[in-house]
């Protein structure tokens, strides 16, 4: 899309050619080219203007048609932005400035390459900055803070100022949020601002904030996801990892153990009781339906993307496009991960009781795996004819991820595949038991007879003294051979040892649940689900960490082509990523190699780790990365903002012991941190920087902050000063009545459940690494602050907190000191109290008198006596139904509800659902009524309609259809009641029901009084426990407004 | 924040597409707005709008729409090439029910659905469907993200970033599920690594009451004036801080209340049945299918893009016994309220511009299941091999069958589709390019259609 205009056209006549004509390519020119042209060119330029499409007919894949744009000055005029041409052509200033020392230098170019071949790519990418050492720059002069130092040279390149130091306040606020997530506490300053910091970063409240930004890198949940119902669906670990992280931050654990221990705490020295917990990083992923490939795969991305800013899932199915990653690495680190098996560590602490009964729970387990193993392996054993023979057939049996329903008489695909495997391996070192397998398979049925084979184990060769006369003979006599093994320890070793393809592999069952008949499977998942669900279920001093542990036997990794499991390539060793590792860099050696992998990524010289986490904490702090992309430091990325910025803080962070704290601390006592949000004071200042940097690239001032999901919710909590600041623990519910006090961090996470509140607000989406939040605005968000149960709760809670105070405009201020840490200015106060007045005034709709006449219960349906026994009232009402709590069901009186036009039974019998009218006097009345139950699932509900007087006047037994029940005329007694109930019948389960109902008096009433009549729905109470004061309508709108969600 | 910059950067949507829809900043910027403001796609779509009808669970394309009389010749015998399913399956089950050719083009449709097949002119069923493997989870996935394992953004969230939504006081994406979810439960809508505003909203439609419909629209005080003085007061004082600073997004979230007050009103409107004539919601049938899908089509009219019909909780299409009574219930539920929909959508002139999808997550096999003794269940098993699925109105050529299965049913033979060319030529309908409708996440650009996918040009008015 590099678009030459007819203007351009005609200029190209025009000038002449002499200047850049070609001279010797001199070495420094050469390096120049290589360095800073044919990255460029090979990644940004010629997908589009290259052999394969060449967008306006342009090419930019040799010298020559560069020379002629550049001869007509198009092509400065493009890559600088200063033309039509589209976006994409315009590159970044410091590259622009590349180009243009190029052309002075006469575009030297060596010899006659393009820069379109694959090996070329592969060498720009190379030579990409992210793959470069870390170079500690030098310091621009002119500022006390090294990173005003860059961020003002910067500026002064491009004829930018910065803005002013912001005011106090916006500070504190800025400050408090970016390093608690919480409001500041109070709205006193001191001149010191570094001691005011170091204040801030001592408060626990900074490990629980920044938790939450590496626990979305982490891609955290509470649960697995979907998994079959088979097996349990918490994570019995996660919340323990998250308390890890937590800790880990407070105490300003090095960066570099940080990551040693999230990836091998099982093996790094010096570990601390407890510091397993910290493996959770790689084990809380989604479960994949236990698809082995797939939960690997997601542990890659989480440890490339998370830690290297790498994206190597890319060369899960071929080499990455981009970036130099070939499916190799891929697979080198496949391995690491398929040599390592889940590994539940009990951590230290916890009842002893509980873990006598834990340790006797995994004893049952392993006796019973350890039996299941051994009658799996006995059939196999028993049906070698059928295995070999299934080699003939293999597209019969389907990878990992096609689940069948097996019995034990069933060949199971997973052994199959473990005999071809095997096979395979043995026709590769040509195996003298195998020989002949391998030399007939190899062959045409005609020509059995006349294959020759030497060298094969003796029993072997015995067994084929004969030509077999088919395959089918090949297969039984390998099948009678592998029988009667005997002592023969070569043969024996096929069919009992370790690596035998009769044996199930060693490992949890979620890696070997394939190798069992689909009802040993359930026991075995039932007994897991044990040991898990005791733990979950546990008092929180019981601990249990989810840890890798390295194979007995590591596994040799292959290349799955085009990531399929069926299609096997070449094997590659078990190392690191060929682009940080040098050529002569050796295979892992230790185990499965996880340990080598940690300590790879935490060295210092490693390019990416330090400018990967240098970079997210900068992001974070001001709200965009100097890689703009803070998980993607490929070729594919915008290339840094400030990139000897990036590279001195990335010196300066491994220098300074990979301290966090002291990187915070660095960044926010900067001016450039500082600065105001609002722009330079002078207007035309302030105009030539919006007009030149609108996207503040270059920071001449401070992005201002929108509130995330858990900061406004812990904010709002604030306000009220109700926010319990304990630390850590189990989940809770923050979205569900009654809201947990907690903060947000501790909200239950169920990945396959989030609750719409946190994907409106752009929560990290746990089934995958999130580098960064998008912060979006619809209007649902707005739907939220008005109308959530949890945000009227607030208002509530908000507005109450400030009741104490005597005058009204005192009232105010408090609220606005509460919510917006100010005080409010005289026009606002007046404001704020018009609102109050007017909301004052208005008519709250009355109920009308035969409200009175109903109350709602619960009782049972006393068959013997005809009568309904034992109605107790409901005890809350939420505003919109009758029922037992604040939370439904209830945990004592469980489902029975009723709302204005129908209910749910409660959980038995003795728990209908109970609408009760009784009579204000004596009178004749007539019941018209029409019952509802929609459901096709479950057996149905029952209904009676029962006179305290006379007993029953009318029931119905419904499942999934509506009847009318009427009574035409019967005369009632003053403080008779008819009660209208509806039970469970047998079975609880989707009994939600709908029930209009009419009284109404008959004749011409009462005398003077006239004749009444009744409508459940009508005659319901009105919503006055969610329907809000006028004060708290003023609470909410403070809540609701930009000044309460954004940080200047 | 998601600006349409940042939209643009990530999207192959290209500026031509976005600037078409005039939405560029008076002052050449990009300003900050909402990602669901209605656009054009890559090029003007037939269709507007998407409603899918699905059939959770599985439903059988022998007993639907895809007659095998082979099945009756070789009833009770075990079948040459019966494929490898999640079950154990026997001999050839004919289906227990009859088939009939309707209309002009004289398409054979079963019983089950005889009131839709009034309508078989309009349709064009494709009987060479294909999924990966035999399981509902992978398969529901594969249907309605494109990708059987991982988490990836479903049909709908694609179809919003792509499109944006026509009615901005209303969700874009709605899925209605009565009585719970279908197995997998959100992550059948979910937008994955796009914008959680694009992910479907999730309505219970066996409830009649607003408040439960959807959440967050319901306010004790909406009918008072009160709310409407709260906002008026959050106006002001919102504008007076929005006065020194810089910052777009405040005047997005400013607008963003007027919208929602708007759409608290809006949105009753649209799920208040009785707003609809007796005959109307007679047509329709006053049942959960009826009303959820008359329902549907005002939220279609509304300027909805996306709605998804499922079944009901779990996978009720399932039949792995007693098909016969299972299916013939199931169908019951909603064949009328489908050709209902159809007849409505065309005399209100907007069958032409939705595009109307009908399918499960895979068939069912043409053998007989059998339980783990051997004994048949005279139901079927789950059959990824081959399956029907149909689509009507949104630029489909109607009348028209495409594909076919094998002799019985088992494995889709010829012009095999699939769901990747399904999604292919849904996008194509709607105007976008599944080669170009991209979006970059984890430093690759991914499409609906992974590397996949070509449009059904025979099915293509």
Same mark, same amino acid.
């Given at each position: 899309?590099?678009?030459?205009?007819?203007?351009?056209?005609?200029?190209?006549?025009?000038?002449?050619?002499?200047?850049?004509?070609?001279?010797?390519? &001199?070495?420094?020119?050469?390096?120049?080219?290589?360095?800073?042209?044919?990255?460029?060119?090979?990644?940004?330029?010629?997908?589009?203007?290259?052999?394969?499409?060449?967008?306006?007919?342009?090419?930019?894949?040799?010298?020559?048609?560069?020379?002629?744009?550049?001869?007509?000055?198009?092509?400065?005029?493009?890559?600088?932005?200063?033309?039509?041409?589209?976006?994409?052509?315009?590159?970044?200033?410091?590259?622009?400035?590349?180009?243009?020392?190029?052309?002075?230098?006469?575009?030297?170019?060596?010899?006659?390459?393009?820069?379109?071949?694959?090996?070329?790519?592969?060498?720009?990418?190379?030579?990409?900055?992210?793959?470069?050492?870390?170079?500690?720059?030098?310091?621009?002069?002119?500022?006390?803070?090294?990173?005003?130092?860059?961020? /003002?040279?910067? !500026?002064?390149?491009?004829?930018?100022?910065?803005?002013?130091?912001?005011?106090?306040?916006?500070?504190?606020?800025?400050?408090?949020?970016?390093?608690?997530?919480?409001?500041?506490?109070?709205?006193?300053?001191?001149?010191?601002?570094?001691?005011?910091?170091?204040?801030?970063?001592?408060?626990?409240?900074?490990?629980?904030?920044?938790? $939450? +930004?590496?626990?979305?890198?982490?891609?955290?949940?509470?649960?697995?996801?979907?998994?079959?119902?088979?097996?349990?669906?918490?994570?019995?670990?996660?919340?323990?990892?998250?308390?890890?992280?937590?800790?880990?931050?407070?105490?300003? !654990?090095?960066?570099?153990?940080?990551?040693?221990?999230?990836?091998?705490?099982?093996?790094?020295?010096?570990?601390?009781?407890?510091?397993?917990?910290?493996?959770?990083?790689?084990?809380?992923?989604?479960?994949?339906?236990?698809?082995?490939?797939?939960?690997?795969?997601?542990?890659?991305?989480?440890?490339?993307?998370?830690?290297?800013?790498?994206?190597?899932?890319?060369?899960?199915?071929?080499?990455?496009?981009?970036?130099?990653?070939?499916?190799?690495?891929?697979?080198?680190?496949?391995?690491?991960?398929?040599?390592?098996?889940?590994?539940?560590?009990?951590?230290?602490?916890?009842?002893?009781?509980?873990?006598?009964?834990?340790?006797?729970?995994?004893?049952?387990?392993?006796?019973?795996?350890?039996?299941?193993?051994?009658?799996?392996?006995?059939?196999?054993?028993?049906?070698?004819?059928?295995?070999?023979?299934?080699?003939?057939?293999?597209?019969?049996?389907?990878?990992?991820?096609?689940?069948?329903?097996?019995?034990?008489?069933?060949?199971?695909?997973?052994?199959?595949?473990?005999?071809?495997?095997?096979?395979?391996?043995?026709?590769?070192?040509?195996?003298?038991?195998?020989?002949?397998?391998?030399?007939?398979?190899?062959?045409?049925?005609?020509?059995?007879?006349?294959?020759?084979?030497?060298?094969? +184990?003796?029993?072997?060769?015995?067994?084929?003294?004969?030509?077999?006369?088919?395959?089918?003979?090949?297969?039984?006599?390998?099948?009678?051979? !592998?029988?009667?093994?005997?002592?023969?320890?070569?043969?024996?070793?096929?069919?009992?040892?370790?690596?035998?393809?009769?044996?199930?592999?060693?490992?949890?069952?979620?890696?070997?649940?394939?190798?069992?008949?689909?009802?040993?499977?359930?026991?075995?998942?039932?007994?897991?689900?044990?040991?898990?669900?005791?733990?979950?279920?546990?008092?929180?001093?019981?601990?249990?960490?989810?840890?890798?542990?390295?194979?007995?036997?590591?596994?040799?990794?292959?290349?799955?082509? $085009?990531?399929?499991?069926?299609?096997?390539?070449?094997?590659?060793?078990?190392?690191?990523?060929?682009?940080?590792?040098?050529?002569?860099?050796?295979?892992?050696?230790?185990?499965?190699?996880?340990?080598?992998?940690?300590?790879?990524?935490?060295?210092?010289?490693?390019?990416?780790?330090?400018?990967?986490?240098?970079?997210?904490?900068?992001?974070?702090?001001?709200?965009?990365?100097?890689?703009?992309?803070?998980?993607?430091?490929?070729?594919?990325?915008?290339?840094?903002? +400030?990139?000897?910025?990036?590279?001195?803080?990335?010196?300066?962070?491994?220098?300074?012991?990979?301290?966090?704290?002291?990187?915070?601390?660095?960044?926010? &006592?900067?001016?450039?941190?500082?600065?105001?949000?609002?722009?330079?004071?002078?207007?035309?200042?302030?105009?030539?920087?919006?007009?030149?940097?609108?996207?503040?690239?270059?920071?001449?001032?401070?992005?201002?902050?929108?509130?995330?999901?858990?900061?406004?919710?812990?904010?709002?909590?604030?306000?009220?000063?109700?926010?319990?600041?304990?630390?850590?623990?189990?989940?809770?519910?923050?979205?569900?009545?009654?809201?947990?006090?907690?903060?947000?961090?501790?909200?239950?996470?169920?990945?396959?459940?989030?609750?719409?509140?946190?994907?409106?607000?752009?929560?990290?989406?746990?089934?995958?690494?999130?580098?960064?939040?998008?912060?979006?605005?619809?209007?649902?968000?707005?739907?939220?602050?008005?109308?959530?149960?949890?945000?009227?709760?607030?208002?509530?809670?908000?507005?109450?907190?400030?009741?104490?105070?005597?005058?009204?405009?005192?009232?105010?201020?408090?609220?606005?000191?509460?919510?917006?840490?100010?005080?409010?200015?005289?026009?606002?106060?007046?404001?704020?109290?018009?609102?109050?007045?007017?909301?004052?005034?208005?008519?709250?709709?009355?109920?009308?008198? &035969?409200?009175?006449?109903?109350?709602?219960?619960?009782?049972?349906?006393?068959?013997?006596?005809?009568?309904?026994?034992?109605?107790?009232?409901?005890?809350?009402?939420?505003?919109?139904?009758?029922?037992?709590?604040?939370?439904?069901?209830?945990?004592?009186?469980?489902?029975?509800?009723?709302?204005?036009?129908?209910?749910?039974?409660?959980?038995? /019998?003795?728990?209908?659902?109970?609408?009760?009218?009784?009579?204000? $006097?004596?009178?004749?009345?007539?019941?018209?009524?029409?019952?509802? +139950?929609?459901?096709?699932?479950?057996?149905?509900?029952?209904?009676?309609?029962?006179?305290?007087?006379?007993?029953?006047?009318?029931?119905?037994?419904?499942?999934?259809?509506?009847?009318?029940?009427?009574?035409?005329?019967?005369?009632?007694?003053?403080?008779?009641?008819?009660?209208?109930?509806?039970?469970?019948?047998?079975?609880?389960?989707?009994?939600?029901?709908?029930?209009?109902?009419?009284?109404?008096?008959?004749?011409?009433?009462?005398?003077?009084?006239?004749?009444?009549?009744?409508?459940?729905?009508?005659?319901?109470?009105?919503?006055?426990?969610?329907?809000?004061?006028?004060?708290?309508?003023?609470?909410?709108?403070?809540?609701?407004?930009?000044?309460?969600?954004?940080?200047? | 924040?998601?600006?349409?910059?940042?939209?643009?950067?990530?999207?192959?949507?290209?500026?031509?597409?976005?600037?078409?829809?005039?939405?560029?900043?008076?002052?050449?910027?990009?300003?900050?707005?909402?990602?669901?403001?209605?656009?054009?796609?890559?090029?003007?779509?037939?269709?507007?709008?998407?409603?899918?009808?699905?059939?959770?669970?599985?439903?059988?394309?022998?007993?639907?729409?895809?007659?095998?009389?082979?099945?009756?010749?070789?009833?009770?015998?075990?079948?040459?090439?019966?494929?490898?399913?999640?079950?154990?399956?026997?001999?050839?089950?004919?289906?227990?029910?009859?088939?009939?050719?309707?209309?002009?083009?004289?398409?054979?449709?079963?019983?089950?659905?005889?009131?839709?097949?009034?309508?078989?002119?309009?349709?064009?069923?494709?009987?060479?469907?294909?999924?990966?493997?035999?399981?509902?989870?992978?398969?529901?996935?594969?249907?309605?993200?494109?990708?059987?394992?991982?988490?990836?953004?479903?049909?709908?969230?694609?179809?919003?970033?792509?499109?944006?939504?026509?009615?901005?006081?209303?969700?874009?994406?709605?899925?209605?599920?009565?009585? %719970?979810?279908?197995?997998?439960?959100?992550?059948?809508?979910?937008?994955?690594?796009?914008?959680?505003?694009?992910?479907?909203?999730?309505?219970?439609? =066996?409830?009649?009451?607003?408040?439960?419909?959807?959440?967050?629209?319901?306010?004790?005080?909406?009918?008072?004036?009160?709310?409407?003085?709260?906002?008026?007061?959050?106006?002001?004082?919102?504008?007076?801080?929005?006065?020194?600073?810089?910052?777009?997004?405040?005047?997005?979230?400013?607008?963003?209340?007027?919208?929602?007050?708007?759409?608290?009103?809006?949105?009753?409107?649209?799920?208040?049945?009785?707003?609809?004539?007796?005959?109307?919601?007679?047509?329709?049938?006053?049942?959960?299918?009826?009303?959820?899908?008359?329902?549907?089509?005002?939220?279609?009219?509304?300027?909805?893009?996306?709605?998804?019909?499922?079944?009901?909780?779990?996978?009720?299409?399932?039949?792995?016994?007693?098909?016969?009574?299972?299916?013939?219930?199931?169908?019951?539920?909603?064949?009328?309220?489908?050709?209902?929909?159809?007849?409505?959508?065309?005399?209100?002139?907007?069958?032409?511009?939705?595009?109307?999808?009908? %399918?499960?997550?895979?068939?069912?096999?043409?053998?007989?299941?059998?339980?783990?003794?051997?004994?048949?269940?005279?139901?079927?098993?789950?059959?990824?091999?081959?399956?029907?699925?149909?689509?009507?109105?949104?630029?489909?050529?109607?009348?028209?069958?495409?594909?076919?299965?094998?002799?019985?049913?088992?494995?889709?033979?010829?012009?095999?589709?699939?769901?990747?060319?399904?999604?292919?030529?849904?996008?194509?309908?709607?105007?976008?390019?599944?080669?170009?409708?991209?979006?970059?996440?984890?430093?690759?650009?991914?499409?609906?259609?992974?590397?996949?996918? =070509?449009?059904?040009?025979?099915?293509?008015?």
């Amino acid at each position: 899309m590099f678009s030459a205009g007819p203007r351009t056209l005609c200029l190209a006549f025009v000038l002449m050619p002499i200047a850049l004509s070609r001279a010797a390519v &001199t070495p420094e020119g050469e390096a120049f080219f290589e360095t800073e042209i044919r990255p460029v060119l090979a990644t940004r330029c010629v997908s589009c203007h290259g052999p394969e499409k060449a967008e306006g007919g342009l090419r930019l894949d040799a010298r020559d048609p560069i020379v002629g744009l550049v001869e007509q000055g198009g092509f400065v005029r493009v890559i600088r932005g200063q033309s039509t041409a589209p976006a994409a052509c315009v590159l970044e200033p410091r590259l622009a400035e590349s180009f243009e020392q190029w052309i002075a230098l006469g575009l030297p170019w060596p010899g006659r390459a393009t820069v379109t071949s694959a090996e070329d790519r592969a060498a720009a990418a190379k030579r990409h900055w992210a793959f470069q050492p870390v170079r500690e720059p030098s310091l621009p002069p002119g500022a006390a803070n090294p990173i005003d130092a860059f961020i /003002r040279a910067r !500026l002064a390149e491009s004829g930018l100022e910065p803005s002013p130091e912001a005011d106090p306040r916006a500070l504190l606020r800025r400050l408090s949020y970016t390093l608690t997530g919480l409001p500041p506490g109070s709205v006193t300053t001191s001149p010191d601002w570094a001691a005011i910091v170091d204040q801030t970063l001592a408060s626990p409240q900074y490990g629980e904030h920044w938790a $939450r +930004h590496w626990l979305d890198v982490a891609r955290y949940s509470d649960t697995k996801g979907y998994v079959y119902a088979r097996e349990e669906k918490n994570w019995p670990h996660a919340w323990v990892y998250r308390d890890w992280v937590v800790a880990a931050l407070n105490e300003d !654990l090095p960066y570099d153990r940080f990551l040693m221990l999230q990836l091998a705490a099982d093996q790094v020295e010096g570990k601390r009781p407890g510091d397993e917990a910290a493996m959770g990083f790689l084990t809380i992923g989604r479960r994949f339906l236990g698809v082995k490939h797939e939960i690997i795969d997601d542990r890659i991305d989480v440890v490339s993307r998370g830690m290297l800013g790498l994206t190597v899932g890319c060369a899960r199915c071929h080499d990455h496009k981009y970036d130099p990653i070939p499916a190799a690495d891929y697979y080198a680190l496949h391995g690491v991960f398929d040599s390592s098996v889940e590994k539940l560590v009990p951590l230290p602490g916890g009842d002893e009781t509980f873990w006598k009964g834990h340790a006797e729970r995994v004893a049952t387990l392993d006796a019973t795996l350890t039996k299941l193993r051994n009658e799996a392996a006995d059939r196999v054993r028993g049906r070698l004819a059928d295995y070999l023979a299934a080699q003939t057939e293999l597209d019969k049996y389907p990878a990992d991820g096609f689940d069948q329903i097996f019995q034990k008489t069933d060949l199971l695909p997973a052994f199959v595949h473990a005999w071809r495997d095997y096979l395979r391996d043995a026709g590769e070192r040509n195996d003298p038991v195998f020989r002949h397998w391998h030399a007939y398979r190899a062959t045409t049925p005609d020509q059995y007879m006349k294959v020759a084979v030497s060298g094969a +184990h003796p029993r072997v060769a015995a067994a084929f003294a004969t030509p077999p006369k088919d395959f089918a003979e090949v297969i039984a006599r390998y099948a009678a051979v !592998l029988k009667e093994v005997g002592e023969d320890p070569v043969l024996r070793a096929i069919t009992h040892g370790p690596d035998s393809p009769c044996e199930v592999p060693e490992g949890p069952l979620v890696n070997t649940e394939t190798f069992f008949d689909t009802e040993s499977i359930n026991a075995l998942w039932k007994l897991e689900n044990g040991i898990a669900q005791a733990i979950v279920g546990a008092p929180p001093g019981v601990r249990a960490a989810l840890t890798l542990a390295d194979r007995q036997r590591p596994t040799e990794p292959r290349i799955l082509l $085009r990531g399929n499991p069926l299609n096997l390539g070449e094997r590659v060793p078990r190392r690191l990523l060929g682009v940080l590792s040098g050529e002569e860099d050796a295979p892992f050696s230790v185990g499965s190699g996880r340990l080598e992998l940690a300590k790879a990524i935490a060295d210092p010289s490693n390019p990416l780790t330090a400018r990967v986490i240098v970079n997210r904490v900068w992001a974070q702090h001001f709200g965009a990365g100097l890689v703009a992309t803070p998980s993607d430091f490929g070729t594919r990325a915008d290339p840094p903002s +400030h990139p000897e910025l990036l590279d001195w803080l990335a010196t300066w962070f491994v220098k300074e012991g990979w301290s966090l704290k002291k990187l915070h601390r660095l960044i926010l &006592t900067s001016e450039t941190w500082r600065q105001s949000s609002q722009g330079p004071d002078d207007a035309a200042a302030r105009a030539k920087a919006v007009a030149a940097d609108p996207g503040n690239r270059l920071l001449w001032r401070m992005n201002p902050h929108r509130l995330g999901y858990e900061e406004f919710r812990d904010a709002m909590m604030a306000a009220s000063g109700e926010l319990d600041l304990t630390l850590g623990g189990k989940p809770v519910e923050a979205l569900k009545p009654p809201f947990a006090k907690r903060r947000a961090l501790y909200g239950r996470i169920d990945r396959q459940f989030v609750p719409g509140v946190l994907r409106l607000f752009d929560f990290a989406n746990p089934d995958l690494h999130i580098p960064k939040r998008n912060e979006t605005t619809v209007p649902q968000q707005a739907l939220f602050f008005l109308n959530h149960p949890l945000v009227l709760e607030r208002a509530r809670a908000v507005a109450k907190a400030g009741e104490s105070h005597a005058t009204d405009p005192d009232r105010v201020r408090a609220l606005f000191r509460a919510t917006l840490q100010r005080d409010p200015s005289d026009s606002e106060i007046g404001e704020a109290l018009a609102l109050v007045d007017a909301a004052k005034d208005v008519d709250r709709p009355e109920a009308p008198p &035969t409200a009175s006449d109903w109350s709602y219960g619960f009782g049972s349906f006393d068959e013997a006596a005809q009568r309904v026994a034992g109605f107790t009232v409901l005890p809350h009402f939420n505003g919109t139904a009758w029922q037992g709590g604040e939370a439904w069901p209830d945990a004592k009186l469980g489902w029975v509800q009723i709302t204005a036009i129908g209910g749910h039974p409660g959980n038995d /019998r003795s728990h209908a659902a109970v609408r009760r009218w009784t009579a204000p $006097r004596a009178m004749t009345i007539a019941i018209q009524s029409k019952l509802v +139950h929609e459901p096709a699932a479950s057996d149905g509900i029952r209904a009676f309609v029962v006179s305290s007087q006379v007993g029953l006047l009318g029931s119905a037994k419904l499942h999934a259809q509506s009847t009318d029940l009427k009574v035409e005329a019967i005369a009632v007694a003053a403080g008779e009641t008819i009660d209208f109930l509806v039970d469970i019948d047998e079975g609880l389960n989707s009994d939600q029901f709908l029930w209009s109902i009419a009284v109404r008096e008959l004749g011409e009433g009462d005398g003077e009084k006239p004749s009444l009549a009744w409508e459940a729905k009508r005659d319901f109470p009105a919503d006055t426990t969610t329907a809000l004061t006028a004060w708290e309508q003023l609470a909410q709108a403070v809540l609701c407004s930009n000044e309460f969600l954004f940080v200047d | 924040m998601l600006t349409r910059r940042s939209l643009l950067q990530r999207s192959s949507l290209g500026l031509g597409s976005l600037a078409l829809g005039g939405l560029l900043g008076e002052d050449g910027l990009l300003a900050s707005e909402n990602p669901l403001l209605s656009r054009g796609g890559h090029f003007p779509g037939k269709a507007k709008r998407v409603i899918h009808f699905f059939l959770n669970g599985g439903p059988s394309h022998v007993d639907t729409f895809d007659p095998k009389p082979a099945l009756a010749k070789y009833a009770g015998k075990p079948l040459a090439n019966t494929l490898t399913t999640e079950r154990k399956t026997g001999a050839a089950f004919p289906s227990p029910f009859r088939f009939d050719r309707y209309g002009q083009s004289g398409i054979e449709v079963s019983e089950l659905f005889a009131k839709t097949a009034q309508h078989i002119d309009d349709i064009a069923v494709i009987r060479s469907m294909h999924a990966q493997v035999p399981n509902h989870e992978p398969s529901l996935m594969l249907m309605n993200c494109g990708d059987s394992v991982q988490a990836r953004p479903s049909f709908g969230a694609w179809a919003l970033y792509g499109l944006g939504t026509e009615n901005q006081n209303l969700p874009g994406f709605v899925a209605m599920c009565p009585g %719970g979810m279908p197995i997998k439960d959100s992550e059948n809508w979910q937008s994955a690594f796009l914008p959680g505003a694009f992910q479907g909203t999730y309505i219970d439609s =066996k409830h009649e009451e607003l408040g439960k419909l959807i959440e967050n629209i319901d306010h004790p005080q909406i009918a008072s004036g009160d709310q409407r003085r709260q906002l008026d007061l959050l106006a002001r004082w919102n504008a007076r801080h929005r006065e020194a600073r810089l910052d777009e997004r405040l005047d997005a979230r400013i607008h963003s209340y007027e919208l929602a007050f708007r759409m608290q009103h809006e949105a009753s409107d649209a799920f208040d049945l009785s707003k609809e004539p007796a005959a109307i919601r007679a047509l329709y049938g006053d049942t959960v299918h009826g009303r959820q899908t008359l329902i549907a089509r005002r939220l279609l009219e509304r300027g909805v893009r996306y709605v998804q019909l499922w079944h009901g909780a779990g996978q009720p299409w399932d039949n792995h016994n007693d098909i016969e009574k299972n299916h013939r219930n199931l169908a019951a539920d909603i064949d009328g309220p489908i050709a209902a929909l159809l007849a409505d959508l065309k005399q209100r002139g907007l069958f032409e511009e939705t595009l109307v999808l009908w %399918g499960g997550e895979f068939g069912r096999t043409p053998t007989v299941e059998l339980s783990g003794a051997g004994k048949p269940q005279m139901g079927r098993d789950h059959n990824h091999y081959g399956f029907s699925v149909w689509m009507a109105g949104g630029g489909i050529k109607g009348g028209t069958v495409h594909g076919a299965t094998d002799e019985f049913g088992f494995k889709a033979e010829k012009d095999p589709v699939s769901v990747h060319d399904l999604h292919a030529t849904m996008l194509h309908l709607l105007g976008l390019d599944h080669e170009r409708l991209t979006y970059r996440y984890a430093g690759r650009d991914f499409r609906l259609t992974d590397v996949h996918g =070509k449009v059904i040009r025979e099915v293509v008015a």
